[in-house]
Each structure stands twice: as structure tokens, then as C-alpha cells.
């Protein structure tokens, strides 16, 4: 009997032993297993990767804290986990702070923090919900500053497609959160930025003209303007960026983009093909002609079409018209405008996953040719309300009066811009001599390389005031006051083609949003109400009775 007892008292000693020294081991190696279906809380196999590499001390102050709506603190956890496990995958220290602003009692610290947040590029948000019967209004920063080694960018993890309701978007915020953080954190922890090109020789934009894009770029990129005609090694940049050239490119430059090309080069096209020639806007009409920069042929070699066309969508922004007087005042409403072209709807590849609206002017359509080895992939297409007029055209005023439901029959959803991907033939194969050939050391086929091809240079175009003293931000319309997702955009863009790592995968991550079927709910409620109280009772009051049956029937055996 004492020597039962005694071994009873070892092996408890050992169970305890062993568990210790398992959640040592643990401690050190732990082991994580992910049982949800969509695998959301697995690490992509690219963030492992950038993660293993990184090296310094990271510093990640996230901003939504406090007292939050369900669908915020979903999002916050997200965040938190998200950053836990970074750390169990990189050999960084990476130290994660949140911080409520809204917290600060002093009201004198509390907005001059709120400002300091706003200039280092935070967004605040405005968010309503009841507690405890009441509506309650909150300002909130959905967004972190990442900082290592001096340097610190903002992100933002309120993201979602427009016209989304507010529970998709938040949904869409928490697929992006694992890519944001990680992108954040490359471009803090990265000593070497790559060299982006932007062509200033055929009466491109001027810099005022790029401001925004400029800035968006300049903390992760080397940014310089060249003249392509004077530059006799562009194979140095990692990246060319030609915006709305409005002079003809001859055939020495067009030879020049050919080859950067054929050597592997990555290029982006922003084309105006549709040129506006007056932007005062009157009755009497301005007229819209084919752009005259003599690509079309470069592009129809690499596999697509710049039409010379017009795009009208019903999805459009306004501008103001005078549309009657009231005694000596005229009276000024904002009219849809259906040149300016909100667009929402785009392909599925990673660059425009659960991207915002953005805007466009006077864009025109692409179509593809047969290129052989080359993938075409469309990024971005218009509403299917949209309508394109051969060029040249002309418009007037009086097109913002037209009634735009009736008039407009639609269809079809036109496309605005395209990414290229693959090996490229040179345009020119067959029409240099063999001195020009050598000299240049001409390739007749490129290797695998990116292009991406977009029919209207507003993407990337930020409004100038007509003094020229101030620039809007890219993507704002100064008539609807609203900002467009036109950043992101240029971001996803230039991120992914300069990418050697297909970081942008990332940004795959579907987390399903699986609600609750409410008429279902009311129809069942009693049913699983006593399901829920009834049965696991019954299972408890099952259980006391076989372990009472199994007593009896075991100390039956010692009755004499």
C-alpha cells in the first residue's frame, strides 16, 4: 500500500518535471499549429523570408487602442498577433507599443499630439457606436509609425474597396495587416534603395505636377528626373517612368527604350492619349485629339493596344455649373462630369487587391495584341455604365446636363491599364545594320521582365493651383473634397515592379467573413437555446452515472 502511494507521489513529480521543461523548450522553439481554414494566422513564406533578414531594433507604435467597437478590436488583435509572431520569425528586436491619443487627459497635450500624428502622416478617423444605449463619437488613428535606425514611416491599416459596407472594409483592413506591417518594416531596415528613372524630355509634367508622387516615393527610392535623348547608359535605373509625353519620341529614343527593355528593364507607362487643349471649359465646347507620342508601335510590340478613344462612365466625378440665377447671383450646382472616371472595379491581381477608388481625367482604352511568351494581365476596368467616342472630339458644359442614366447604355467594362509580364521581342529586329548592332550590343529578345501600360497619366498627376504656388494632393477632388486611393496605387505599382521578392503576394491573404445568417437566428433561437442549456446537462448527468456504475462495479470485486 505505502509503496503504491510513493510511486503515485514519483510519477506526479515526474509530470510536472516534464511539463516544465516542455514549456522551457517551448520558450526558445515554439511550435505553433494553425487549425482555421483559411490559414490566418500562417505567416506568408515572403514575410518569413524578409523577416530572417532584418536586423536592428524596430520600434512599432500602433495607434488603435482604447475603447473600440467589436470590429476595430477585431482589427487591433489582428495587429498584436500578427506582431507576436513576427517576433517568433526574426532574430530583430521588435518592440510593439499601442497607444490611445484619445487617452491623454491634458486637452492641450492631447491635440497637439493628435497634430504631430497628422503631420507624420497618420490619418485620424471619426467612428460611431452605441455603448450602453448611448451613441458615442470617437477620433482614432487606425494607423502605426515604424522607426528603425532614425528612419520612420507611417502606415495605415483602414483600407478597403469603396462602396464596401463597414464591416467588408474592416474585414479587407485585417487581409492587409500582415502585408503593411512587413512592407513597413523593409522599407525601414533597408540600407540600399533602388533608382527609379522619370523621363523629362518630351514635355512631361512638370516636378510641381509630381510632387505627390515624389514624396510617396522618396523615403524607399532614388528618384531622378533624366533627359532620355541625353542619358547614354538608362540601364543604370532600376525602373522608367515615362508620364504623359506630349512630344514625339524619334526612333534613336525609342531604340534606347527598346533595349533598356531587352536588357531586363522595367518600364511604366502613364499615356495621355486623349488630349484635352483647353482646360477652361466652356458651352462652346473644347476639343479632345489623338496624343501624338509616337509609341503606339513600341506598344503594340510588347502586347497592347493604346486606342484613340474617349471614356465616359456613369461612376464620375462633378464639377460646378452655373445652371440658373437668383437676381443679379448665379446660382452654381456640382454637375456629374462623365470624363473624370471614379474607378472601383479591377482585376485580381495582388497590386489592386481590396484597393480604394481612384481617379482618372479624359482616359482612353487598351485592348492586346498577340505577343508571344508575354502573361497580360488587366488591372484596372470601368464601371460597366461606361461608353467610349472616337476621337477627335469635342466637349462642352453643356455634356454635364445630360442625363447620364438614360443616356449612357453601357455594357461592357472597358479597361484602363494592364501589367505585362514575360520575355519581349525588340521592335527592331531586322532593321538595324550590323554596326549600329554591335555598337549598342543589341538583343533581339529581352529577358524576363515587367512592363505596365496605363491609359491616362492622372493616375500619378497631382492638381497645381493656377498660380502654381500650391499642389493638391494626388488623387483629391478639390470639387467633391474627396481623396481617391490614388497613392496606393502608385505605391502597390512601383512596389511590385521593383520586387525581386513578390512581396506583393502578401497582400493574397482572404480572411473569410462568414456572418451570421439573422433570419436563421430568429427562426432557430429556441431550438438552440436548448441545445446549448439541456444538453450539457444531460451529457454531465451521463457521466456521474457510468462513473458511479464503474465504482460499484470495481469495488464488487473486494466484497467478501
Known amino acids: 500500500m505505502y509503496s503504491n502511494i510513493k510511486y503515485r507521489y514519483i510519477n506526479f513529480f515526474l509530470i510536472i ?23 490566418r494566422y500562417t505567416l506568408h513564406e515572403t514575410t518569413k523570408t524578409v523577416l530572417q533578414n532584418t536586423e536592428g531594433h524596430v520600434i512599432v507604435d500602433v495607434y488603435l487602442s482604447g475603447d473600440l467597437p467589436a470590429g476595430f478590436r477585431r482589427l487591433q488583435n489582428s495587429i498584436r498577433e500578427t506582431l507576436t509572431e513576427f517576433r517568433t520569425h526574426t532574430s530583430a528586436n ?21 497634430m504631430q500624428l497628422a503631420q507624420k502622416g497618420l490619418q485620424p478617423t471619426n467612428i460611431y457606436h452605441t455603448k450602453d444605449g448611448k451613441q458615442t463619437e470617437k477620433l482614432i488613428f487606425p494607423g502605426a509609425l515604424i522607426t528603425c ?16 459596407s463597414p464591416q467588408e472594409i474592416l474585414n479587407q483592413s485585417v487581409e492587409g495587416v500582415e502585408y ?24 512631361e509634367p512638370k516636378n510641381a505636377e509630381l510632387n505627390d508622387l515624389y514624396m510617396t516615393l522618396k523615403d524607399r527610392y532614388m528618384i531622378e528626373r533624366i533627359n532620355i535623348s541625353e542619358t547614354a547608359n538608362i540601364k543604370a535605373y532600376d525602373l522608367l ?8 519620341y524619334q526612333d534613336a529614343d525609342k531604340l534606347k527604350l527598346d533595349q533598356y527593355i531587352m536588357n531586363g528593364g522595367k518600364i511604366i507607362f502613364f499615356l495621355d492619349q486623349a488630349i484635352l487643349h483647353n482646360k477652361n471649359l466652356s458651352n462652346e465646347g473644347t476639343m479632345i485629339t489623338p496624343a501624338q507620342h509616337n509609341l503606339e508601335d513600341l506598344l503594340f510590340k510588347l502586347g497592347v493596344r493604346a486606342n484613340q478613344d474617349l471614356i465616359q462612365d456613369i461612376q464620375c466625378g462633378a464639377i460646378p455649373l452655373v445652371v440658373g440665377s437668383m437676381g443679379n447671383s448665379a446660382q452654381t450646382r456640382l454637375m456629374p462630369w462623365p470624363y473624370h472616371v471614379i474607378h472601383n472595379n479591377y482585376g485580381k491581381h495582388a497590386t489592386v487587391r481590396n484597393m480604394g477608388a481612384v481617379l482618372c ?19 484596372i476596368y470601368t464601371s460597366s455604365y461606361a461608353q467610349k ?15 447620364l442614366e438614360t443616356d449612357m447604355k453601357g455594357g461592357k467594362n472597358y479597361i484602363t491599364a494592364y501589367l505585362l509580364e514575360g520575355r519581349f521581342k525588340s521592335l527592331y529586329n531586322n532593321r538595324l545594320s550590323q554596326y549600329v548592332m554591335d555598337s549598342i550590343k543589341y538583343l533581339n529578345e529581352s529577358k524576363h521582365t515587367r512592363i505596365m501600360v496605363f491609359s491616362d497619366a492622372d493616375y500619378v498627376i497631382n492638381e497645381v493651383s493656377t498660380d502654381e504656388q500650391q499642389a493638391f494632393p494626388l488623387g483629391y477632388d478639390r470639387y467633391i473634397r474627396k481623396k481617391f486611393a490614388n497613392i496606393d496605387l502608385i505605391q502597390n505599382i512601383v512596389n511590385y515592379m521593383l520586387d525581386d521578392k513578390n512581396m506583393l503576394t502578401v497582400r493574397n491573404k482572404q480572411i473569410v467573413l462568414r456572418t451570421l445568417d439573422k433570419k436563421k437566428i430568429t427562426a432557430e433561437r429556441a431550438k438552440w437555446q436548448i ?30
Open 531 to 560: 441545445i446549448n442549456t439541456v444538453v450539457p446537462l444531460l451529457l454531465l448527468f451521463a457521466f456521474g452515472i457510468i462513473k458511479y456504475y464503474l465504482r460499484v462495479h470495481k469495488y464488487a470485486q473486494y466484497t467478501p
Open 149 to 164: 535606425r532614425g528612419k520612420q514611416t507611417p502606415i495605415h491599416f483602414l483600407k478597403g474597396s469603396e462602396g464596401a
Open 241 to 248: 517612368i515615362i508620364i504623359r509625353p506630349t512630344l514625339s
Open 94 to 114: 521588435i518592440e510593439y507599443r499601442f497607444n490611445d491619443p484619445a487617452a491623454i487627459a491634458d486637452e492641450k497635450e492631447r491635440n497637439a499630439t493628435m
Open 361 to 379: 481625367k479624359y482616359a482612353s482604352t487598351l485592348d492586346t495584341v498577340k505577343a508571344t511568351n508575354v502573361t497580360k494581365t488587366p488591372l
Open 180 to 203: 503593411e506591417l512587413i512592407n513597413a518594416i523593409k522599407i525601414v531596415t533597408t540600407r540600399y534603395k533602388l533608382r527609379i528613372a522619370i523621363a523629362a524630355d518630351h514635355g
Open 17 to 39: 518535471c516534464n511539463i516544465l521543461l516542455l514549456n522551457y523548450i517551448f520558450g526558445y522553439y515554439p511550435v505553433r499549429i494553425d487549425l482555421t481554414a483559411d490559414q
Open 389 to 403: 467616342i472616337q476621337l477627335p472630339y469635342k466637349v462642352s458644359l453643356e455634356d454635364a446636363k445630360k442625363n
